[in-house]
């Protein structure tokens, strides 16, 4: 088992930045890939970006690039997501996963992750 805590949500202005952590219990982390996924009002979860275990290979959503980094410190379980020039349509609820089918499928799709976060909210001012 794996439970995920996820901190560092809030309320900021646009062109703001934030750093949102996810910090990891249980003797599986460090072997899956990590990813962060976010939801919005009346809105499905999309990817945003995650992190493989072994290539340390990142990926991140077309929406997010060039403006988030996810990076992983495996001796403190812990996985971060630094989000710069932040805007409006980022505002959402934003949840970190992980999974075995996350590192041996792929990274994108919500239903290879096993283990949630509860979620924290990141709200962007205009």
């Known amino acids: 088992q794996v439970q995920l805590v996820e901190s560092g949500g809030g309320l900021v202005q646009a062109g703001g930045s934030l750093r949102l952590s996810c910090a990891a219990s249980g003797r599986t982390f460090g072997r899956y890939a990590m990813g962060w996924f976010r939801q919005a009002p009346g809105k499905e979860r999309n990817f945003v970006t995650a992190i493989m275990w072994n290539s340390g290979s990142t990926y991140y959503a077309d929406s997010v690039k060039g403006r988030f980094t996810i990076s992983r410190d495996n001796a403190k379980n812990t996985v971060y997501l630094q989000m710069n020039s932040l805007k409006p349509e980022d505002t959402a609820v934003y949840y970190c996963?992980?999974?075995?089918?996350?590192?041996?499928?792929?990274?994108?799709?919500?239903?290879?992750?096993?283990?949630w976060g509860q979620g924290t909210q990141v709200t962007v001012s205009s």
């Open positions: 996963a992980t999974g075995v089918r996350a590192q041996t499928i792929g990274p994108f799709n919500e239903k290879n992750y096993d283990y």
